[in-house]
């Protein structure tokens, strides 16, 4: 849920995850139209998107929305930034999770690239649409976020 620099693949030294905003220590909200601040001591920051953002997007369906995330992996390195669909604020780690396995139970591959599979699958007590990927062999689930549609 926490989001990092990825070590290995096709997504080496890139932001991935962060679909969630776990309070802690180490998150630092941004404010609207603003960036982190280089010499902040979080490795992870948040805010979501606003009119002035190219990708802005109301509120989505079920809660879902976009937001900009920067992650580093020390206070030393420099902020990398990404974009991503967050889950609704008001659900927690527990909630995704159920959210996440229910979904895998009626998802449908969509494609494979790079060694993994992308699945879809839609939540049948939220109506959430989940996109995972998997391992293709162990079905093994890398990461889940939620698909941003519109409301």
Not at 27 to 41: A, F, R, T, W
Not at 52 to 71: C, F, I, M, Q, R
Not at 112 to 126: K, L
Request: charged fraction near 30%; hydrophobic fraction near 30%.
């Amino acid at each position: 849920f926490l989001g990092g620099i990825s070590k290995a693949g096709y997504t080496k030294d890139k932001p991935v995850g962060m679909h969630i905003i776990t309070p802690g220590s180490d998150l630092d909200s941004v404010e609207p139209d603003q960036s982190p601040n280089e010499s902040s001591e979080k490795t992870r920051a948040v805010r979501p998107l606003t009119e002035n953002d190219e990708g802005y997007a109301p509120s989505g369906k079920n809660g879902v929305y976009k937001a900009k995330v920067w992650l580093r992996e020390t206070k030393w390195n420099k902020w990398k930034e990404k974009e991503s669909t967050m889950f609704p604020t008001n659900w927690d780690a527990e909630k995704i999770v159920d959210v996440i396995s229910r979904s895998y139970d009626v998802a449908k591959k969509i494609g494979a690239s790079n060694g993994t599979e992308t699945w879809e699958g839609r939540d049948p007590v939220t109506g959430s649409m989940i996109v995972m990927k998997c391992v293709p062999v162990s079905g093994e689930v890398i990461t889940a976020y939620p698909k941003y549609e519109k409301p």
